[in-house]
């Protein structure tokens, strides 16, 4: 654990306003690059940091009146005016902040900063209140690491004891009992339910349990690096119930690429493709530079917009299926075709010949002929064309509650997905509805996250451009 200078063992300079002014710069600096990180990567809208963003430049502009003020104190003789002054940068929440910043570099699969997180008491009405509530620092882990900061030292924790009334005394003095623990024992450990410190793990430890992830619910650590074992006993007692970390300075620059999750890192190597991935990679908005034409509805008018932002094949798609056997079932591709043969472009039924082989051309010159149809290049990585696989009837190898899903699923979702399932491969899909469905029955369901299927839910959907209503070809 690292020491603390700050505790009353060691003299150090305070540090001036000025110091933490370029302290915070540096860490906005750094807010600010990951910021653009994340919308390079299509993760700006997955990965909260706003709230914690705001609070630090809400604290940068506090230390950059304190610094001007400061300046302003030197020149006074006020002894009382620059002591008030050295006050506030001494409270200043920026190392705070600070040690929060420093778990998020120290960590993968961030997902938020600041999150607050409610349980339902006993009887309590649907609802959330803030006291029902804990606030987390740091959501890594992708959901399932849950961090909390203090910076509470040895000193501010006996004076919460103190508060109580509790009263120090040596072990000596403690009677034992034959298992040689001390009478006080239950005593202590229900007064220490009341110091702030372990009432705050309580109620991380109650909105963890409200939270499941594949029947998982977080893990919860408490980052303290001002507090230092070994000092007074009954500091200890707590700090064996709460286990504390600290964490050294590193570089941003060096974490910031490990800081999100790879998603496409458990993907298996043969990829099963459904249907809403079919049309998005045969669609005249993934390809071509759409205008909105009068006669789009809402949604697709919302397509074109969010293409000119987002660039869905090399950015997401591409990447996604580079290096992997491309698979679908043939009721997704017979679904698909229907489709594309009823509303279909010109462009986007020639590229559903291209992906899905009936051409018979090679793999590269199938890309060749694609990029023929596209505004995007077509890497080498993208194994064409995609291949059809017709799915058992009754998969043996899937878990009892697999039956649960099935019931609940159209034909050609059952054919997809338990495709997927069945054959322990990765099933990419834009389907958020059935992605969802089948979590809440998988939670209710299933005994383990082993039972969960391989399924990559891809953030943004196209659909064809297709053609205006009553016109034909």
């Not at 990965?47 to 430049?57: C, L, P, Q, S, Y």
């Not at 502009?61 to 020149?75: H, K």
């Not at 009382?80 to 940068?89: A, C």
């Not at 230092?228 to 590193?250: H, K, M, S, T, W």
Request: net charge negative; glycine share 4%; aromatic share 6%.
């Amino acid at each position: 654990m690292a020491e603390s200078h700050t505790n009353g063992h060691h003299s150090q300079a305070p540090p001036t306003a000025s110091d933490l002014l370029t302290r915070c710069q540096s860490l906005l600096s750094e807010l600010e690059t990951f910021k653009e990180y994340l919308k390079s990567r299509k993760q700006d809208h997955q990965v909260e940091i706003a709230h914690f963003r705001n609070t630090v430049k809400s604290e940068l502009r506090t230390l950059q009146r304190l610094a001007a003020s400061t300046s302003n104190d030197a020149s006074s003789s006020n002894d009382d005016v620059q002591n008030t002054t050295q006050h506030t940068v001494n409270s200043s929440n920026l190392p705070f902040l600070e040690a929060v910043w420093g778990v998020v570099k120290n960590n993968t699969g961030l997902q938020a900063m600041q999150k607050r997180f409610y349980w339902q008491e006993k009887g309590q009405k649907r609802g959330q209140k803030k006291q029902n509530s804990a606030l987390v620092d740091v959501v890594a882990g992708d959901g399932l690491e849950w961090f909390k900061v203090s910076l509470l030292t040895n000193n501010r924790l006996l004076f919460d004891k103190a508060k109580l009334g509790w009263e120090d005394a040596s072990s000596s003095e403690e009677e034992e009992d034959e298992d040689g623990h001390g009478k006080e024992d239950v005593k202590e450990k229900e007064d220490e339910d009341d110091v702030p410190l372990v009432k705050m793990t309580k109620d991380l430890v109650r909105a963890a349990k409200e939270v499941k992830i594949r029947t998982r619910s977080p893990k919860i650590t408490l980052v303290l690096p001002k507090l230092r074992e070994g000092e007074v006993v009954e500091i200890d007692r707590i700090l064996d119930q709460l286990r504390a970390l600290a964490y050294n300075p590193i570089p941003f620059s060096s974490v910031m690429p490990h800081l999100l999750t790879d998603p496409f890192a458990s993907f298996t190597p043969s990829l099963n493709i459904d249907c809403t991935i079919l049309l998005a990679l045969v669609s005249d908005f993934s390809h071509c530079s759409v205008s909105a034409e009068p006669w789009f509805h809402r949604a697709l008018k919302r397509q074109v917009e969010i293409e000119d932002e987002e660039n869905l094949l090399p950015n997401l798609l591409y990447p996604a299926l580079a290096n992997r056997n491309l698979v679908c079932t043939d009721e997704a591709a017979r679904r698909m075709r229907e489709i594309v043969d009823t509303i279909g472009t010109a462009g986007e039924k020639q590229r559903t010949k291209l992906f899905m082989g009936d051409t018979g051309l090679s793999a590269t010159d199938l890309r060749q002929e694609l990029e023929k149809q596209s505004r995007f290049e077509v890497p080498e990585s993208l194994r064409l064309p995609i291949t059809t696989q017709v799915p058992e009837d009754t998969p043996t190898t899937l878990p009892l509650s697999a039956t649960a899903v099935k019931e609940q699923l159209t034909s050609i979702n059952q054919s997809v997905f338990l495709h997927g399932w069945a054959g322990g491969i990765t099933t990419v899909t834009s389907n958020r509805t059935v992605v969802k469905q089948i979590e809440n029955i998988l939670a209710k369901e299933a005994s383990d996250e082993k039972e969960w299927p391989l399924i990559w839910l891809c953030p943004t959907a196209r659909s064809l451009v297709g053609k205006e209503k009553g016109r034909r070809d």
